[in-house]
T-cell receptor, first 113, second 111 residues
Framework: GEQVEQRPPHLSVREGDSAVITCTYTDPNSYYFFWYKQEPGASLQLLMKVFSSTEINEGQGFTVLLNKKDKRLSLNLTAAHPGDSAAYFCAVNDTGGADRLTFGKGTQLIIQP | EAAVTQSPRSKVAVTGGKVTLSCHQTNNHDYMYWYRQDTGHGLRLIHYSYVADSTEKGDIPDGYKASRPSQENFSLILELASLSQTAVYFC??????????FGKGTRLTVV
């Protein structure tokens, strides 16, 4: 089945700097890709859902890049602020729907003032 | 707003005891899931359900049972709780091709 590797497990950046989190996956048939944010003690909040046909997706304060050739998904936070401190998880789905997600192990992001 | 409610939010159970975690969704979704989160790991799928009265095994079903008595409710049952089942459990719901909505999680400690 699908396997997802997420790097780095921990990341500390200064406020205003950028932060990059990367996931690699194994199943070339994977179709949907997701980034979730989890604040301490809270549930997972969907940041962005990416379709395999779109390589660049932009959100508020971040960009998601999908490289299908290398089977790599990345989350780039620009100008990080304290509210970005959280755990981030990528998830991959190969069924064409939102079910049966395979998650990466997560990245604990700390934004230093 | 879509809502997935889990109960209890935390629980301490005795090894060998029975534990039932409950989940209720008001999203009118067909799909419901139970995930487990361990420190340093992402979420792993335990059981899921596409329709009431039917459940499917996920990636790590051993030691767990699931029950979907209605579209809104989905329970996770640990018949004989073990120390290794100490974790945070998340319930979620979705429809095909829609966002997965997660509950706030249940922290289970088995002693």
């Amino acid at each position: 089945g699908e396997q997802v590797e997420q790097r780095p497990p921990h990341l500390s950046v200064r406020e205003g700097d950028s932060a990059v989190i990367t996931c690699t996956y194994t199943d070339p048939n994977s179709y949907y890709f997701f980034w979730y944010k989890q604040e301490p003690g809270a549930s997972l909040q969907l940041l962005m859902k990416v379709f395999s046909s779109t390589e660049i997706n932009e959100g508020q304060g971040f960009t998601v890049l999908l490289n299908k050739k290398d089977k790599r998904l990345s989350l780039n936070l620009t100008a990080a602020h304290p509210g970005d401190s959280a755990a981030y998880f990528c998830a991959v789905n190969d069924t064409g729907g939102a079910d049966r997600l395979t998650f990466g192990k997560g990245t604990q992001l700390i934004i230093q003032p | 707003e879509a809502a997935v409610t889990q109960s209890p939010r935390s629980k301490v159970a005795v090894t060998g005891g029975k534990v039932t975690l409950s989940c209720h969704q008001t999203n009118n979704h067909d799909y419901m899931y139970w995930y487990r989160q361990d420190t340093g790991h992402g979420l792993r799928l335990i059981h899921y359900s596409y329709v009431a009265d039917s459940t499917e095994k996920g990636d790590i079903p051993d030691g767990y049972k699931a029950s979907r008595p209605s579209q809104e409710n989905f329970s996770l049952i640990l018949e004989l709780a073990s120390l290794s089942q100490t974790a945070v459990y998340f319930c979620a719901s979705s429809d095909q091709n829609t966002e997965v909505f997660f509950g706030k999680g249940t922290r289970l400690t088995v002693v």
